[in-house]
């Protein structure tokens, strides 16, 4: 089945500064790729996503870019501040039956934007 | 335009009792997804509901665990005979369920608390 592995598990930088997010994944079949984070206690919220046949994808401070040769994506976030601290999960999917399947996800990235 | 809704958020049961989780797509979504969250990791899948069917319950545990999305009224997930190991936080996610759509939107979860 799918596997996804995440790095750093932790990152720290300072406010200002670019954080930079690595994911790769197993199968070739995984075609949709959201990023979540999840701040302390709180449920998981969509921040982007791309899909297989795009190759980046940015929402202001926000990008996403996937390899699919290399099955690898990253999430970027530019010129970063203290409320981007929170722990970022990168995930994978496939179709499944003429609908989109579970996601698999990373161990998560806790990141810390120091003021 | 109610998210998610997920009860109860906290539910502490004693070793070998029921616990019973509900989940309340977004409006007008008709998949389900359930996933568990143990402290300080990231989300293992468990089961993919649409309307009165399993999808994917390959994540969920052969015994003791069981879900269902009736016609009408939540989905629930049903943990018999509780132990220590399942304490955990329990996330349900709904989505559009078409290919044109796959976006997953989480609830505020439930955090169950064996004792």
């Known amino acids: 089945g799918e596997n996804v592995e995440q790095h750093p598990s932790t990152l720290s930088v300072q406010e200002g500064d670019s954080a930079v997010i690595k994911c790769t994944y197993s199968?070739?079949?995984?075609?949709?790729f959201p990023w979540y984070k999840q701040e302390l206690g709180k449920r998981p919220q969509l921040i982007i996503d791309?899909?297989?046949?795009?190759g980046e994808k940015k929402d202001q401070r926000i990008a996403v870019t996937l390899n699919k040769t290399a099955k690898h994506f990253s999430l970027h976030i530019t010129e970063t501040q203290p409320e981007d601290s929170a722990v970022y999960f990168c995930?994978?999917?496939?179709?499944?039956?003429?609908?989109?399947?579970?996601?698999?996800f990373g161990k998560g990235t806790k990141l810390s934007v120091k003021p | 335009n109610a998210g998610v809704m997920q009860n109860p958020r906290h539910l502490v049961r004693r070793r070998g009792q029921e616990a019973r989780l509900r989940c309340s797509p977004m409006k007008g979504h008709s998949h389900v997804y359930w996933y568990r969250q143990l402290p300080e990791e990231g989300l293992k899948f468990m089961v993919y509901?649409?309307?009165?069917?399993?999808?994917?319950e390959s994540g969920m545990p052969k015994e003791r665990f069981s879900a269902e999305f009736p016609k009408e009224g939540p989905s629930i997930l049903r943990i018999q005979q509780v132990v220590r190991g399942d304490s955990a936080a329990y996330f349900c996610a709904s989505a559009w369920g078409t290919l044109s759509s796959y976006e997953q939107y989480f609830g505020p979860g439930t955090r169950l608390t064996v004792t």
């Open positions: 199968d070739s079949a995984s075609n949709y």
């Open positions: 791309i899909r297989s046949n795009v």
């Open positions: 995930a994978a999917s496939m179709n499944y039956g003429g609908s989109q399947g579970n996601l698999i």
């Open positions: 509901l649409q309307k009165e069917n399993i999808i994917d």
